[in-house]
């Protein structure tokens, strides 16, 4: 494969709309960007024309879930010829590691960016698994 052809190859990849895999009873599957710091991990997700009381942001169980509803565009009275950004309902999962709070995610929603912001604390310490193998000594001679 010649650079030329690779380079074709990911332009291709990155054309693919965030909507082309179906997912569950998701319509479309908005953007995200997850970003770290040593304080947290930051998640952006690019939801334009969806209200905030139109989107949930909650955790279960291991992970971090991001979904709402986007308006579906022919709702006016306009003839529309054609419709290219996705509409209706998305979610997004996402796993969260060790070293993220459940409890301490906070959101911000400005210029049709949403984002999520989980803290990160101290991993728990790995606790050492109980053994039932018998204590062994080593026996030295007397001599």
Not at 21 to 28: L, Q
Not at 35 to 58: G, H, N
Not at 96 to 108: F, K, N, Q, V, Y
Request: proline share 11%; charged share 25%; net charge negative.
């Amino acid at each position: 494969m010649t650079p030329g052809t690779h380079n074709r190859l990911l332009a291709q990849l990155a054309a693919i709309p965030a909507c082309q895999i179906f997912n569950e009873d998701a319509d479309w599957f908005p953007p995200v960007d997850i970003l770290e710091d040593a304080e947290e991990y930051l998640f952006k997700i690019d939801l334009p024309e969806v209200k905030p009381e139109d989107m949930q942001v909650a955790v279960e169980g291991d992970g971090l879930v991001i979904s709402g509803e986007r308006p579906q565009p022919w709702q006016d009275d306009r003839k529309h010829l054609r419709v290219e950004r996705p509409h209706g309902y998305f979610e997004r999962r996402f796993s969260l590691p060790d070293d993220a709070s459940r409890g301490e995610i906070s959101t911000l929603f400005a210029q049709s960016v949403l984002e999520v912001h989980v803290r990160k604390v101290s991993p728990p310490l790995p606790t050492p698994a109980p053994t039932n193998a018998p204590l062994r000594l080593k026996l030295r001679s007397a001599s």
